[in-house]
């Protein structure tokens, strides 16, 4: 059975990572938002490929994102990088194509490079919400 990508909970999930209240990203997309209508989009398997693009350059993360993120398939991926004889047999040396130690280091260093973006993004973001409210 196919797994399908909830693209509403990758709206949430990507949000939140970035910091991001919904009521700010119902400010950044426009007067036909607010928080409400944020909370119920996320909710949403399937999201419009126009308010996706909206999200996208609001959030500055790809369409793709939203539309491909499967937490459980990369969890999966993940658990079943391990197993009995993956890291070492009887001999003692190591028996497998892929070494999870690795995978773990280049998973981490692309985690960081992802929270540092993020992390830039949202100083952004807050400044463009300064500047937004020191024009008030």
Sequence with gaps: MEQKIHQGRNVKRFREMLG?????????L????????????EQK?????TIL??????????????????EEQAVNIIANTFHEGAVA???GYINCAINP??????LHEEKIALYERMLK????????????????
């Design 20 to 28: 991001i209240k919904q009521e700010a990203l119902a400010y950044d």
């Design 30 to 41: 426009g007067i036909d938002w607010n928080q409400k209508k944020i909370s119920m989009l």
């Design 45 to 49: 398997e399937v999201i419009e490929t």
């Design 53 to 70: 693009s909206q999200i996208s350059s609001s959030l500055k993360i790809p369409v793709e994102a939203f539309q491909n993120f499967d």
């Design 89 to 91: 047999n009887n001999s």
């Design 101 to 106: 130690i690795e995978q773990l280091v280049k």
């Design 121 to 136: 993004e949202k100083d952004e973001m807050m400044l463009r919400l300064e500047q937004v409210i020191n024009k008030k």
